[in-house]
């Protein structure tokens, strides 16, 4: 019995001196023989599988390099708020493990094997940005050369910081880094490399990406690799930068706005006498209000954006023309029923924006100079045929009193004349604002859409 054991001892330290024997060369190789014939014997590697917990480098003062590569194949979130991009990637490693490797002709042929990676020494390549933790299912498989390169895939979804910059928004571009380096091995044990081109990577990833979502890929770039000092980490950082489809922005926010404003502008034809104008304008001014309400959630709470500064003029134009109205309302009732006179000042500046002369514009309005629309206004030729004769005055008994009764009314009807002049460049000058507004902000959206 004592025998039988001191053999069998014998026998085991005899194996592991030789399987140390192997290990002391530049490569492990396998015995693979009987593999073509009765499948893999997962027995001829378990002196690999035993050193899963090392570096696989037959000398440690040599850093082991892993070639990297990712494709990205789905945008599924870009939080403006958070600052967080959501994307869905395949991150692909290459490296050489010398403890791995066999005769293709002595094992039938075989040149790739596929294994479980739990069983296999992995690098522990993560990305920097990420802000949440590494959900990578279990059981993937990894592909293993006969010459001992490993590669191995594994999808990720990655949620990762990005500095967002929405002012242009929905016509905003973004540009966030991907950082891939290691978590534990410095420079001294571990440096990366590039599997494909990054020109590769793009056209790959545009090839799978899922086009149907908000945002578009418009390139990858690998600005740098760094080093940081001798007890630093590899690292490989790429741009990804993505555009976003502003087609579902444009039809719900901008072209909504854009006929109410629109609207708006064309209410300057109604007559400013007319009871309708400031009813109609705010009315429009109510559900201008109620639009934005209901399309808040479709702007970016995070910070200005050029579009809000757009709605806010519009809602300023909207209410600085209700205000407008209500201010010619109540001038013309002013000057219907006791016009004041107009300062000096004003009516210099009357006279030099309505002179044909000037560049001022037209008013929108119908016959600049009928006044009889207006209650309380009657026409020159009705006053001065009221006037009585001369020597009808003399046998009343009011001499001269008729003459001044008819300079009277048409001082009032000349003042009367130049407020209602007044009224209608004011009118004039806020539509053309209206116009130029509206001018500026088709041409922005254009070149925004184009560049």
Same mark, same amino acid.
């Given at each position: 019995?004592?025998?039988?054991?001191?053999?069998?001892?014998?026998?085991?330290?005899?194996?592991?001196?030789?399987?140390?024997?192997?290990?002391?060369?530049?490569?492990?190789?396998?015995?693979?023989?009987?593999?073509?014939?009765?499948?893999?014997?997962p027995?001829?590697?378990?002196?690999?599988?035993?050193?899963?917990?090392?570096?696989?480098?037959?000398?440690?003062?040599?850093?082991?390099?892993?070639?990297?590569?990712?494709?990205?194949?789905a945008?599924?979130?870009?939080?403006?708020?958070?600052?967080?991009?959501?994307?869905?990637?395949?991150?692909n490693?290459?490296?050489?493990?010398?403890?791995?490797?066999?005769?293709?002709?002595?094992c039938?042929?075989?040149r790739?094997?596929?294994?479980?990676?739990?069983?296999?020494?992995?690098?522990?390549?993560?990305?920097?940005?990420?802000?949440?933790?590494?959900?990578?299912?279990?059981?993937?498989?990894a592909?293993?050369?006969?010459?001992?390169?490993?590669k191995?895939?594994?999808?990720?979804?990655?949620?990762?910081?990005?500095?967002?910059?929405?002012?242009?928004?929905?016509?905003?571009e973004?540009?966030?880094?991907?950082?891939?380096?290691?978590?534990?091995?410095?420079?001294?044990k571990?440096?990366?490399?590039?599997?494909?081109?990054?020109?590769?990577?793009?056209e790959?990833?545009?090839?799978?990406?899922?086009?149907k979502?908000?945002?578009?890929?418009?390139?990858?770039?690998?600005?740098?690799?760094?080093?940081?000092?001798?007890?630093?980490y590899?690292?490989?950082?790429?741009?990804?930068?993505?555009?976003?489809?502003?087609?579902?922005?444009?039809?719900?926010?901008?072209?909504?706005?854009?006929?109410?404003?629109?609207?708006?502008?064309?209410?300057?034809?109604?007559?400013?006498?007319?009871?309708? $104008?400031? &009813?109609?304008? #705010?009315?429009? %001014?109510?559900?201008?209000?109620?639009? /934005?309400? *209901?399309?808040n959630?479709?702007?970016?709470?995070?910070?200005?954006?050029?579009?809000?500064?757009y709605?806010?003029l519009?809602?300023?134009?909207m209410?600085?023309?209700?205000?407008?109205?209500?201010?010619?309302?109540?001038?013309?009732?002013?000057?219907?029923?006791?016009?004041?006179?107009?300062?000096r000042?004003?009516?210099?500046?009357?006279?030099?924006?309505?002179?044909?002369?000037?560049?001022?514009?037209?008013?929108?309005?119908?016959?600049?100079?009928?006044?009889?629309?207006?209650?309380?206004?009657?026409?020159?030729?009705?006053?001065?045929g009221?006037?009585p004769?001369?020597?009808?005055?003399?046998?009343?008994?009011?001499?001269?009193?008729a003459?001044?009764?008819?300079?009277?009314?048409?001082?009032?009807?000349?003042?009367?004349?130049?407020?209602? $002049?007044? &009224?209608?460049? #004011?009118?004039? %000058?806020l539509?053309r604002?209206?116009? /130029?507004? *509206?001018?500026?902000?088709?041409?922005?959206?254009?070149?925004?859409?184009?560049?």
């Amino acid at each position: 019995m004592e025998q039988g054991w001191l053999h069998g001892e014998g026998f085991l330290l005899c194996l592991i001196l030789h399987l140390l024997l192997q290990g002391r060369g530049d490569t492990f190789t396998i015995n693979c023989s009987g593999f073509d014939q009765h499948g893999v014997d997962p027995a001829a590697f378990q002196a690999a599988f035993a050193r899963k917990a090392f570096r696989p480098a037959t000398n440690v003062s040599i850093p082991i390099r892993v070639n990297i590569s990712f494709t990205l194949s789905a945008i599924l979130e870009v939080d403006a708020q958070l600052q967080l991009m959501t994307s869905f990637l395949w991150l692909n490693m290459i490296w050489y493990n010398p403890f791995i490797t066999w005769n293709p002709e002595e094992c039938g042929g075989i040149r790739k094997l596929g294994m479980a990676t739990e069983n296999l020494w992995l690098p522990d390549i993560f990305i920097e940005e990420l802000m949440d933790t590494d959900q990578t299912p279990p059981g993937l498989m990894a592909y293993i050369n006969s010459n001992g390169h490993i590669k191995y895939s594994k999808p990720m979804r990655v949620t990762s910081i990005c500095n967002l910059d929405i002012f242009y928004f929905p016509f905003d571009e973004q540009n966030c880094t991907l950082t891939f380096s290691s978590f534990v091995y410095t420079v001294e044990k571990m440096v990366l490399g590039m599997e494909q081109d990054v020109q590769e990577i793009l056209e790959t990833s545009q090839n799978i990406i899922w086009n149907k979502g908000e945002w578009v890929l418009q390139g990858i770039h690998q600005m740098m690799k760094m080093t940081a000092g001798t007890n630093g980490y590899d690292q490989i950082v790429f741009y990804v930068a993505i555009r976003r489809r502003p087609t579902l922005y444009v039809i719900n926010l901008l072209v909504p706005s854009s006929f109410l404003v629109a609207i708006d502008a064309l209410s300057f034809y109604l007559p400013a006498e007319s009871e309708n $104008r400031a &009813s109609f304008k #705010m009315t429009l %001014l109510l559900g201008y209000n109620v639009f /934005l309400l *209901m399309m808040n959630d479709l702007l970016p709470s995070s910070s200005t954006s050029l579009i809000s500064v757009y709605f806010a003029l519009c809602l300023s134009l909207m209410v600085l023309s209700l205000l407008e109205t209500i201010f010619i309302t109540y001038l013309l009732h002013l000057a219907t029923t006791q016009p004041p006179p107009m300062p000096r000042w004003l009516h210099s500046l009357l006279l030099h924006c309505t002179s044909p002369r000037t560049c001022c514009p037209a008013v929108p309005w119908k016959g600049n100079m009928d006044l009889a629309h207006l209650p309380g206004v009657k026409e020159p030729m009705e006053l001065v045929g009221k006037v009585p004769h001369p020597r009808e005055t003399e046998l009343n008994g009011c001499p001269g009193s008729a003459r001044n009764q008819q300079e009277d009314k048409a001082q009032k009807l000349h003042l009367v004349h130049l407020w209602v $002049r007044l &009224s209608h460049m #004011m009118d004039t %000058l806020l539509f053309r604002l209206y116009l /130029l507004f *509206m001018a500026t902000s088709v041409v922005t959206v254009i070149i925004l859409w184009n560049t």
